[in-house]
């Protein structure tokens, strides 16, 4: 009989240690290892009998390779994040924070799939088959022909679905909940989770049907579990959103079969998740026009141009260490953006406490929102409100130049598209030019401070708090 042995797992990158620590050495995680059971072989290493490996056929290089087959899912907005569909064997891995939507969505991708004529297999570890029914029943999907069941076993779950034709889609849900017998350990653990990806991964590959796992994500927003998961799955899926925002994201993290930089959007309904074919004039929709401290950023998000309102407030603060509070953007650009304004536009807010905000709910990753995040905040210091029918884009340097920014000819057409008429954008972008509206480019960033300034109804330099010296 097998004997069993104790070891020490981290449970955030899947490092053994040989004894417990608080800190681990591989990942630096505190207090993330824990003791686990392993089965060890009843025959020593030294009297196993190792056995005789067999050759397989190798391919040549430069031979013809088809495209991968795919399968759509009847939904454009996953399609576009998917490249295109589900490619047949591969393996997705959905993340997203608790309540955010990835069962309903994984519902109606099953529902739309088995309404097409495929076979679809829904097995969760979370919930009852009851449960599932409901939640079914609310999105109007009962008469989808959807296979449910409630299981964790991953054996008892590829037996099921090796028997009679290969489904064309099987969703787990979730990959923490599953066991296999082969692991001698709690499900959720980092051995647990790791055996029942690999058992499903290698039913994937040998049936051909594509299976998504889906993934319990940890306070920071990452996906539970050892990371080694991440790397034998063949796309990795987040689905971002606030839950009191009806808007979310669905972003590609990984793919090896399409790109890396598409988004998805969806709003929560009533009715379930509902495809936002215009992205842009959504996140407009509740704009405050004629408020200071609002810019809207023509961005990119892959192949795709966004619209979004960014939204600052700078507050004088009694405070000996002034507030820096961001949402939806990168805390660090904006700490550089508050910098340049000081040492190279003579703006001063030290004194002042700053709350960054991207409307809608979506997270602004891009440099070219550089410009539009600079004029918000001066206008919100000085008061002044930006154009109504303007936009702005540009990335910032640390010398106070503006540079060009990609795909500027794209998103000067989606501004265009939603009445639009002035563009605020770097000097290299003076040559994509687009009819209908006016471009307006600046070299450095004193350039714009100087114009919103203008404007202001009592002074840049009051609204700071400062003396004229100079």
Not at 89 to 114: Q, Y
Not at 186 to 211: C, D, F, M
Request: proline share 4%; with cysteine; aromatic share 4%.
């Amino acid at each position: 009989m097998a004997k069993s042995r104790a070891t020490f797992i981290c449970q955030a990158c899947g490092a053994v240690a040989p004894r417990w620590q608080g800190k681990c050495d591989a990942c630096g995680a505190w207090n993330t290892i824990i003791e686990e059971t392993v089965a060890a072989a009843a025959v020593p290493a030294a009297q196993r009998t190792r056995r005789k490996g067999r050759s397989i056929q190798l391919e040549p290089l430069g031979g013809s390779s088809e495209e991968a087959p795919r399968i759509a899912s009847g939904i454009a907005e996953f399609d576009r994040v998917t490249g295109g569909g589900f490619v047949r064997g591969s393996v997705l891995l959905l993340g997203g924070d608790p309540g955010i939507g990835k069962s309903t969505l994984l519902i109606e991708v099953a529902a739309k799939l088995a309404n097409a004529g495929r076979r679809v297999v829904y097995v969760s570890g979370e919930e009852a088959v009851e449960q599932v029914r409901m939640r079914a029943e609310r999105l109007a999907l009962a008469k989808a022909p959807v296979e449910l069941a409630a299981e964790t076993n991953v054996e008892d779950i590829v037996a099921t679905l090796s028997e009679g034709t290969a489904p064309a889609l099987v969703v787990i849900d979730s990959i923490q909940t599953m066991w296999t017998e082969t692991v001698e350990s709690a499900p959720g653990t980092v051995t647990q989770v790791r055996g029942a990806a690999q058992a499903l991964l290698r039913y994937a590959k040998k049936s051909g049907a594509t299976v998504v796992l889906v993934g319990h994500v940890t306070k920071d927003g990452q996906i539970a579990g050892p990371r080694v998961v991440e790397h034998m799955v063949d796309a990795v899926l987040s689905f971002e959103g606030e839950g009191s925002q009806q808007f979310r994201v669905l972003r590609a993290l990984k793919n090896r079969f399409g790109p890396t930089d598409e988004i998805g959007v969806f709003e929560m309904t009533g009715g379930g998740l509902a495809e936002v074919e215009n992205p842009s004039a959504l996140f407009l929709s509740e704009r405050d026009l004629g408020s200071p401290g609002t810019a809207v950023f023509a961005g990119i998000e892959g192949t795709r141009p966004l619209l979004v309102e960014i939204q600052a407030l700078v507050a004088p603060t009694a405070l000996g260490t002034p507030r820096r509070a961001v949402v939806g953007a990168d805390s660090s650009r904006l700490s550089m953006i508050l910098a340049v304004l000081e040492a190279r536009c003579g703006v001063r807010l030290s004194g002042h406490d700053v709350y960054l905000n991207v409307a809608g709910g979506l997270r602004i990753v891009e440099p070219a929102a550089d410009l539009a995040v600079a004029a918000a905040l001066v206008s919100s210091l000085s008061g002044a409100a930006l154009p109504q029918d303007a936009v702005y884009f540009g990335e910032i340097s640390l010398t106070g130049a503006v540079r060009a920014v990609p795909q500027a000819q794209a998103r000067l057409k989606e501004a265009v598209k939603l009445g639009f008429t002035r563009a605020v954008l770097p000097e290299g972008g003076r040559g994509e030019g687009v009819e209908g509206i006016a471009l307006s480019p600046v070299a450095a960033l004193d350039r714009l401070v100087a114009d919103i300034a203008a404007r202001s109804p009592r002074g840049l330099r009051a609204a700071a708090g400062r003396e004229d010296n100079r």
